[in-house]
């Protein structure tokens, strides 16, 4: 098993729906837990953090963390067409190496 | 500007050629990390420290590849010899305790 796994997509969501994004990880991830947006061409961008099991919402995103399932999850509310870009799962193992999904293409459509 | 600085931002060099990519993290961070993206692909993982101590370099990298962190500052990721596999964004990375921040990459095209 990779150590962070995320469909790679594209996933298609109506303007104004709920973008669901996923990603699974390894026991050898099993610290801090982030998901970043990037836009072609740039660099990645941190959204949200969360570190222990259940919600963690700011403005339109809503961070998730199942340790028992190993998953993550980023809902994103209201999507607009400026929420489309490529989304970053990533995980930090107990050395604080950051590892990185091969993150999802999220496309919303107007 | 206190985000994480990379220079330079774009890289275009001959096959065969030494190139170097220096990162200056935010003030304070301790750890400093180094990523390669490819099109279509996740940052893959090359090294990182902390302060000056290098604590991994992946061993997916070859010895072409080095990298520094002379007083726990700045980095400086070096590539000998580049080949046009070497093409890619090279990217940097700096973190306290917990969120790590990216600078802008350097794009790397080798020809």
């Known amino acids: 098993q990779k150590e ?28 801090s837990f982030f998901w970043y947006r990037q836009y072609s061409g740039k660099s990645p961008e941190l959204i949200m953090s969360i570190y222990s099991n259940g919600d963690k919402e700011d403005g339109r995103f809503t961070a998730q963390l199942n340790k028992a399932s190993q998953y993550v999850s980023l809902l994103i509310r209201d ?12 995980g930090k193992n107990r050395d604080d190496k950051i590892i990185f999904g091969k993150g999802t293409r999220l496309h919303i459509l107007p | 500007d206190t ?29 400093l990390y180094w990523y390669r993206q490819t099109l279509g ?16 370099k992946s061993r997916l990298l070859s010895d072409r590849f080095s990298a520094e962190r002379p007083k726990g500052s700045f980095s400086t990721l070096e590539i000998q010899r580049t080949e046009q596999g070497d093409s890619a964004m090279y990217l940097c990375a700096s973190s306290s305790i917990a ?5 802008q990459g350097t794009r790397l095209t080798v020809v």
Do not use: M, W
């Open chain 1, 4 to 31: 962070v796994e995320q469909n790679s997509g594209p996933l298609s969501v109506p303007e104004g729906a709920i973008a669901s994004l996923n990603c699974t990880y390894s026991d050898r991830v099993s610290q």
């Open chain 2, 99 to 103: 969120e790590a921040f990216f600078g």
């Open chain 1, 79 to 90: 999507s607009q067409p400026s929420d489309s870009a490529t989304y970053l799962c990533a």
């Open chain 2, 3 to 31: 985000g994480v600085s990379q220079n330079p931002r774009h890289k275009i060099t001959k096959r065969g050629q030494n190139v170097t990519f220096r990162c200056d993290p935010i003030s304070e961070h301790n750890r």
């Open chain 2, 41 to 56: 692909q996740g940052p893959e993982f090359l090294t990182y420290f902390q302060n000056e101590a290098q604590l991994e």
